[in-house]
């Protein structure tokens, strides 16, 4: 079973350029979720999908950070202008339908924004 | 609001020597508890989790974790530490409505001595 995919792997940016992150997830999930890692802390979530809906984006930046999810499959994480502190790694995971939230992450996008 | 207590951020053990990482949670209801493995440059690899039933669960690469509830600890452990387990552990917690959410430790990070 192919596990989720995620490019690019790197990516390094002037502060103010925008920037944009693909995901695709395992076959079958339906849930899809971007993470924030911060160097030295653990993931933040900051967007939820079931199917191609929103379910929980308190955590987004919605001033500077978009995605989306139009098929219900594969999603784009965007970011419009990047900061400084945007630096950081970009996961994506999925998770298994029904139960008890068993979460595949991607290898993530490590950002570094100049 | 639920969340996730990794007291140790960097622990040193000799190859071949008992590791045992603490986690604390803070959360109302039974929690649905996770431990992950983060090696350098790859994404979160699910270790073991608890959801009810048996305190003690095992999981991959001869890990183990305890559910204590008196202590809102789910402490993980392994008898005896092999050089490729050096890595950033994550405890984390499920939260939100169906624990469909990941709320992160800061992680532990493990560095083997030969």
């Known amino acids: 079973e192919a596990g989720v995919a995620q490019s690019p792997r790197y990516k390094i940016i002037e502060k103010r350029q925008s920037v944009a992150f693909w995901c695709n997830p395992i076959?079958?999930?339906?849930?899809l979720y971007w993470y924030q890692q911060i160097l030295g802390q653990g993931p933040k979530l900051l967007i939820q999908?079931?199917?191609?809906?929103?379910?929980?984006d308190s955590q987004l930046p919605k001033d500077r950070f978009s995605a989306e999810r139009l098929k219900g499959v594969d999603s784009t994480l965007k970011i419009q202008p990047a900061k400084l502190e945007d630096s950081a790694v970009y996961l994506c995971?999925?998770?298994?339908?029904?139960?008890?939230?068993?979460?595949?992450f991607g290898p993530g996008t490590r950002l570094t924004v100049l | 609001a639920q969340s996730v207590t990794q007291p140790d951020i960097h622990i040193t053990v000799s190859e071949g020597a008992s590791l045992e990482l603490r986690c604390n949670y803070s959360?109302?209801?039974?929690?649905?508890l996770f431990w992950y493995v983060q090696s350098p440059g790859q994404g979160l690899q699910l270790l073991l989790k608890?959801?009810?039933?048996?305190?003690l669960v095992q999981g991959i690469k001869g890990f183990e974790a305890e559910f204590k509830r008196s202590q809102s600890s789910f402490n993980l452990r392994k008898p005896s530490v092999h050089w490729s387990d050096a890595a950033e552990y994550f405890c984390a917690v499920g939260a939100g409505r169906g624990a469909q959410k990941l709320v992160f430790g800061q992680g532990t990070r493990l560095t083997i001595n030969p």
């Open positions: 995971a999925s998770r298994t339908p029904g139960g008890y939230n068993e979460q595949f």
């Open positions: 608890y959801f009810s039933g048996d305190t």
């Open positions: 999908f079931q199917n191609n809906g929103v379910v929980d």
């Open positions: 959360y109302g209801a039974t929690p649905y």
């Open positions: 076959s079958g999930h339906a849930t």
